[in-house]
């Protein structure tokens, strides 16, 4: 059996309740190394220790946060000579990542045993894709950071909402999302109407693959390499090449209403629309001086700096989906 090394963070949502039943896995199986971190600056630690007694599989028992963190670790610090294969495990609130990596129920623990049988008959190679990462460059003053979803304008408002207003609801995943996003369509088409200019604050500055740049005020940017974002919605796609999928959607009324009906009529990504950009990419600048968030967690972009976007680093996960493909 390929040894297994599961990073836990007991502060993730559903590890909150549901660590034990993580822990009775483990138990019930040999060649796992099970490290249970105390903070998120324990995650340089961990993979040290995985390193050190030569794990074949990281198991990430966390949210997106967490996730990024290792990412983060895995490439700047580089405690491994190769990168093992990378399972992740739907223990957060939003679980994009594992849910894009088939992983979608919130049960990180019927997850880990599904990963650690496989470890055990032989068959873990017959479930694992490759997937690119991004690097983020511009909002720490030391090193660039990793992960796999970007966002930036309206989104951080609208997640700062979520996770004030609508979380605390105890909603399915599911119903949260779509009210997450009718709030802030709606918002922005009513706001719109009694907008007067534009707030040169909230402006963002956007140059794809060094091809021209375009400036405005934006209700959506983001740039991620997951297959599916939430409700199965898919960036990138259109025009262009690389491995960074770029989507936005600039924020006037009539720009934000043809966007939700292309999205309503599966039209997305199909039909070019004015102020709705939708294009794969090698390498994507922003110049703004509003926050940003990779994979949930907020930075604040340093002071006459462009935030830099490229995806030229991969990893091989395990996939809980479709065995021949991303899910």
Not at 142 to 162: D, K, N, R, S
């Amino acid at each position: 059996m390929s040894l297994v090394g599961v990073l836990s963070n007991p502060m993730s949502t559903r590890n909150a309740t549901g660590l034990g039943l993580v822990r009775d896995v483990v138990e019930d199986f040999n060649g796992v190394f099970h490290f249970e971190i105390g903070d998120i600056r324990d995650v340089s630690l961990a993979l040290r220790r995985f390193a050190e007694y030569g794990t074949e599989v990281i198991a990430i028992n966390g949210g997106d946060g967490t996730i990024h963190a290792v990412f983060s670790v895995l490439i700047n610090e580089k405690p491994f000579e190769r990168v093992p294969l990378i399972a992740i495990l739907p223990a957060g609130k939003t679980n994009m990542i594992s849910e894009d990596l088939g992983a979608k129920q919130p049960r990180p623990h019927l997850y880990l045993r599904r990963l650690l049988e496989w470890a055990k008959d032989g068959s873990l190679n017959r479930h694992v894709v490759k997937r690119h990462v991004l690097k983020v460059d511009g909002i720490d003053r030391q090193q660039p950071i990793y992960g796999m979803f970007l966002g930036t304008a309206g989104i951080i408002e609208g997640i700062a909402y979520t996770r004030r207003r609508i979380h605390p609801l105890g909603l399915p995943n599911a119903l949260s999302h779509v009210l997450s996003m009718a709030v802030l369509f709606c918002r922005a088409i009513i706001g719109g109407f009694f907008r007067k200019g534009q707030d040169e604050r909230s402006l963002v500055q956007v140059t794809i693959d060094r091809k021209g740049t375009v400036m405005g005020r934006y209700l959506v940017v983001i740039a991620t390499t997951l297959n599916r974002l939430l409700l199965g919605f898919r960036a990138g796609g259109g025009d262009g090449a690389g491995a960074v999928r770029y989507f936005s959607v600039e924020d006037t009324p009539g720009i934000v209403m043809r966007a939700i009906w292309l999205a309503l009529t599966g039209k997305h990504g199909k039909r070019a629309v004015a102020g709705v950009t939708n294009r794969n990419a090698s390498l994507v600048r922003l110049r703004l001086t509003t926050p940003i968030t990779v994979d949930g967690e907020f930075y604040t972009p340093l002071p006459g700096r462009e935030v830099i976007i490229s995806a030229d680093d991969n990893f091989t996960f395990v996939n809980f989906g479709n065995p021949e493909g991303a899910p």
